[in-house]
T-cell receptor, first 115, second 112 residues
């Protein structure tokens, strides 16, 4: 089966600019996640969708970050305006269902550098 | 205190060695537990789930101690290809939901 697809792989922007990331989950996976992984740290959940509804966005900095999953398939994550501390790898993951015993499948991430 | 704590390492071991990683978690309501592996500049991938009775997959053994809120991963007969970061993952959401909390990871370097 095809894995989780993300684009772009790399992005370099200046602070205060905006950026958007795209994710296409594994076909049939209802649950989609965006994680932020700063160098030397574990992934931190930003937002979780179940189909096209938000399940958890408690750690999303809503003053600058937004995400949507229209039609319950693809998702985009946007940062506007970017700050230096947003430099990280942004990982998209999907799972077949949202139960606690279902493993996550990650995409290969977007590496963002804010200068 | 972090919700999931791991020794960041690095653990430098020779090929063939046995190495153990530990992880503690603070939320006693956590229901499911996992070890993920992350190679350098790659995405995390599920290594194994951790069951209450302990479970083994080839050279890898995972143990869970709910009373002490402690998870371990044992790797026997280490291979060069085992070099990676091992992430301890705890599902804070309980059995019905996925609310995975990742540790910072433990870096393993297997030396020839």
């Amino acid at each position: 089966e095809a894995g989780v697809a993300q684009s772009p792989r790399y992005k370099i922007i200046e602070k205060r600019q905006s950026v958007a990331f795209w994710c296409n989950p594994i076909s049939g996976h209802a649950t989609l996640y965006w994680y932020q992984q700063i160098l030397g740290q574990g992934p931190k959940l930003l937002i979780q969708f179940q189909n096209n509804g938000v399940v958890d966005d408690s750690q999303l900095p809503k003053d600058r970050f937004s995400a949507e999953r229209l039609k319950g398939v693809d998702s985009t994550l946007k940062i506007q305006p970017a700050k230096l501390e947003d430099s990280a790898v942004y990982l998209c993951a999907s799972s077949f269902e949202r139960t606690g015993f279902t493993p996550l499948h990650f995409g290969n991430g977007t590496r963002l550098t804010v200068t | 205190r972090k919700e999931v704590e791991q020794d960041p390492g690095p653990f430098n071991v020779p090929e063939g060695a046995t190495v153990a990683f530990n992880c503690t978690y603070s939320n006693s309501a956590s229901q499911s537990f996992f070890w993920y592996r992350q190679d350098c500049r790659k995405e995390p991938k599920l290594l194994m789930s951790v069951y209450s009775s302990g479970n083994e997959d080839g050279r890898f053994t995972a143990q869970l101690n709910r009373a002490s809120q402690y998870i371990s991963l044992l790797i026997r007969d280490s291979k060069l290809s085992d070099s990676a970061t091992y992430l301890c993952v705890v599902n804070r959401g309980g059995g019905a939901t996925n609310k995975l909390i990742f540790g910072t990871g433990t870096l393993l370097a297997v030396q020839p």
